[in-house]
């Protein structure tokens, strides 16, 4: 079992650059792997950015190229979360989720077998 914990939500001045960490207590975090979605008010979950530190293996979906960067602290057991310049686009839940079974397709929701409970991004004027 993993636990995700999200963090570093609120409300965020457009033009922000914030960056909130995921963390999964009592696992390496390095062994998994790690994606971040995100859900806009009235449509779908989306993915933004995957990676397994493991493998070496990063990505970003296509909407999030640009802004959104996907990092990683071993030591302190978190993955990043990066965004720059964010707009109102980007208000929404945010979801860090993880995978100890399925490596291959990281921008896939089905891939992914642990959910944390998400933080609110409210992006204010």
């Known amino acids: 079992q993993v636990q995700l914990v999200e963090s570093g939500g609120g409300s965020v001045q457009a033009g922000g650059s914030p960056r909130p960490p995921c963390a999964a207590p009592?696992?390496?975090?390095?062994?998994?792997?790690v994606g971040w979605f995100r859900q806009a008010p009235g449509k779908s979950r989306e993915a933004v950015a995957g990676?397994?530190?493991?493998?070496?293996?990063?990505q970003l979906s296509n909407s999030a190229k640009g802004r959104f960067t996907i990092s990683q602290d071993n030591a302190k057991n978190v993955v990043y979360l990066e965004v720059n310049n964010l707009n109102y686009e980007d208000t929404g839940m945010y979801y860090c989720?993880?995978?100890?079974?399925?490596?291959?397709?990281?921008?896939?929701?089905?891939?992914?077998?642990?959910w944390g409970q998400g933080t609110q991004v409210t992006v204010s004027s």
């Open positions: 989720a993880a995978s100890d079974t399925d490596w291959t397709n990281l921008l896939g929701q089905n891939s992914y077998n642990y």
């Open positions: 009592g696992r390496s975090i390095s062994t998994l792997l």
């Open positions: 990676r397994h530190h493991g493998y070496g293996r990063t």
